[in-house]
């Protein structure tokens, strides 16, 4: 089932939590919602799940429009931030409780529960209670709980940010696993970038309420549609340098480009740090400032003109303070942005 | 130096324990001696062989076992009302949402400071004339079936449970009700614990409403049956003791059983009024 | 479901009733009701009339002699008490913090008088206050002193209903106490043995100021529970307050006037006026305390 918002907006008392958001879940994918902390991430999901009811605008549930519909009847399940794991109940008794709401009889609950455990990994568990269990393990009850009633889509909020680094990368990927064995059209929120990237389908993010841009992981990576954008995804960030265009051309710290018909303005011109290449022949030369060894990379702080820039480089390379190296830049990925940080396209 | 202090330390507790407990040592011994070893000098510290008759012959002089009875209705028809409309109430104040939640809360929270006083005397028109319960166990426990005060308490034990647990639940299509009793009551066990202690060692101590409200012999509470009692017993102080020891008997029963939850209830609350 | 709407209201209001209910019969009316009866002269409380509506109670009460004479008991009672239990209980609790064997079963026994019924437990004072063959006399007789009539002699009913307020006090504060001390953060005494501190630095540049919000706070409730003192001159006295009332206190008062001598207004009227005193103290309790109270 496809979710699509409609000129979706919830306000509280002075703040703007969604503001005017158009968009649309993709059926039986995982959509990761992203964006900074207070940007109205949560709040979009509470609005989907019925807990906010929105000041204006409309969700629909395929062609059907819920808006006005009661939380419990939108068949959605939902993951919070802290699992909110009844604390007196085992997990077998949390995954059966919405069960038992429904009136499924005993046994059937039971069932079902136990099949649960199973696609999540928890069988020995089922007798434990929350305090007995590690986070990840009652994060995976959590999303065993979410989605034994079997909803048309599963919410999830920021369920990974209570786990330690390594936990969080094999929960990724066994919500992954989840989601692409039950099918079931997933919200996945998070502020974390590279979490959203490895495992959405689809990205939609927004910053202060308002909706940046709605793409693949990969599109929206190579072509973000403005600068916030640009400078959330990735990591290490884009390098950002100030100039402007003249005469229908711009000059990045040396590097050129042609801006065909757009008119003379200040600019901010965004190069991926991976978008360098070390290159005999370049244009451009850098004053190497420091060098930082990831093992599989070498990140190398260069002087382009004025401006401070981050260039990945490959490990094999020794570079000291002081020496000057030839860059050249790989095709099209110079990204323009003007003040306003919105994207020029040429 | 250090040994010093410990010793110090544990004569100064010892000799605290020893007047803290007395009374108790006092009234138990006492109830267990003849009247002549309650004179007798030098002070007869153990009474050899204890005289448990003084028990027998203090119910002869008035119905304890009746005044025991009494105060055990109204203790635990108090303590259940209690506890069934703070839990109503509590979860209204700490988990709905409505118009005026926050005004009638601290309207009801500034009324702690009327001293009961005040109350009592429209409470008693009230009770005996408007409501003609005068002289009955049910007099002694309606003006009790509600506190402010523990609502208040609950309250605070309520809004610890996380507020994601009752989203998660509402998602799940569970109604408030079944929330409530099926997720906020277990998770408030404890606390509901010790709210029903207090309220019940509060109405077995009660002592001027029912003086004022019961006049016959069968509808008094133990606290104003010792009254009465001492009245009349006088100097017998072996029979008074035996009904002093009648009377707290079970207070010191709960205490040993229920420590924790009671320890814990006046560290937290700062319980008393 | 977040914001409040009618269906919501409605349904708090039907979870609320019962409660509502009741404390609106038995809180909320009879406060209004009582300061109202107290304006009348007469009254019947049986048809509820009354005539003569002024101050003429508030009038009598503060001219009647008993009334000054239970203020000023209550005072140098509440004076002496409040003080005297603060300081034995805090000292008890500092005690029962330390790091030794059998705190825990003392714990137990200095707990136990907080749940005790005061009319049975006072019983118990006035078998030991006895003048002859009470145990108090009895141990004093071996110092030497002269028997003394606690309960009779009108010198020393007083301080004999004092020594019971303290000892029946004790209990909660310390528990009060005790909690709050072990609720202080470990580090800030480890830090202190690092350094050095004596014990009694300690407990003064640590201990004390750590705990003074608390020690406020139960300042302000043993004295507003000191002014309304009453079940506690019953289990001593039983029948009057004391030897030519040397022991009544305002509530006994309040409720002699009710119950004794059948004067609803002016037991109203009296009442408020403990009200008075007590929102005066909270009042002047609760300044003092947000200027005095440190970190
Ligand atoms: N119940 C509420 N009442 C008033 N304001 C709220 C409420 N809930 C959220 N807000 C405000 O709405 C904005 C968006 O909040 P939201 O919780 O959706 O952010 P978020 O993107 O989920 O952030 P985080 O990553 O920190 O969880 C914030 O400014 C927040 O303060
Ligand atoms: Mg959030």
New binding site residues.
Partial sequence: MKVRLENLT?K???????NDATLEFLEGKLTGLL????????????LIAGL?KATSGKIFFDDEDVTRKEPEKRGIGLVF?NYALYPHMTAEQNIMFPLQNLKVPKKEARKRALDMAKLVHISELLNRKPGQMSGGQQQRVAIARALVKEPRILLL??PL?NLDARLRLEMREEIKRIQRETGVTTIF?T?DQEEAMSISDQIAI?NE?LLQQVASPQEMYRNPVNEFVAKFLGNPPINIIETEIKGGKVDAGGFLMNTGTLPDQPVHVGVRPESFRLDANGSVKAVVQAMEYTGRETLLFAYLGEKLCKVIINADIIFKKGDSVSLSLKEKSMLLFDLEGNRLYV | MKNVYKIITYILLAAGAVIMLFPFFWMITGSLKTYNQITATPIVWWPVPAQWNNYTTALEYAPFDIYFINTVIVSVGTTVSVLITSIFAAFAFSRLKFRGRDTIFSILLSTLMIPSQILIITNYVTVAVRMQLMDTLLALIIPFTASIFYIYLLREFFNQIPEQLYLAAKVDGTSDWRYLWKIMVPNAKNALITIGLFNFIASWNAYIWPLLLTNSESKRVLSIGLKYFSGEAGTDYELLMAAGTIVIAPLLVIYLFFRRYIVEGVARSGIKG | M?EPRWKTTLKALLYLSPALIVIAVFVIYPMFRSVWISFFKDYNIFKHTGSGFGLDNYKWVLNDGRFILALKNTTIYTIVVVPVSVVIALFTAVLLNSKMKGMKLFETLYFLPYITNLIAIGLAFKFIFNSTYGILNRILGLFGIDTIMWLNDPKYSLPALIIFGIWSGLAFKIVVFLAGIQGINKQYYQAAKIDNTSRWRTFTKITMPMLSPMIFYIGIISFIGALKTYVEVVGLYGNNPGPADTAMTIVYYVYDLFYGANEPPRAAAASVILFLIILVFTFIQLRASKKRVQY
């Fill in positions: 919830k509280f008392e002075e703040v703007t939590a969604v964006g900074p902390s207070g940007c109205g991430k949560s709040t979009t999901l509470y906010f931030q909020d920021e940010s929120v502020h927004m309420g | 977040f």
